[in-house]
């Protein structure tokens, strides 16, 4: 089951945009594959989800 450390998506999409010259999105990929997600929407969609139903999917 994959459960994001938002901390770590965060400080990765930063490093990943400053230091690979990378947009947001590109940026926020990155940290998302980083953690096991297809891309930054199934990330931010897995978030979303989660506060809506208060369960883990």
């Given at each position: 089951m994959l459960i994001p450390d938002i901390?770590?998506?965060?400080?990765r999409a930063a490093i990943a945009q400053f230091d690979g010259n990378l947009t947001l999105v590109e940026a926020e990929d990155v940290a998302a594959v980083d953690q096991g997600f297809r891309d930054r929407e199934h990330y931010w969609q897995w978030l979303a989800d989660y506060a809506i139903?208060?369960?883990l999917p």
């Open positions: 901390e770590t998506f965060e400080e139903t208060r369960r």
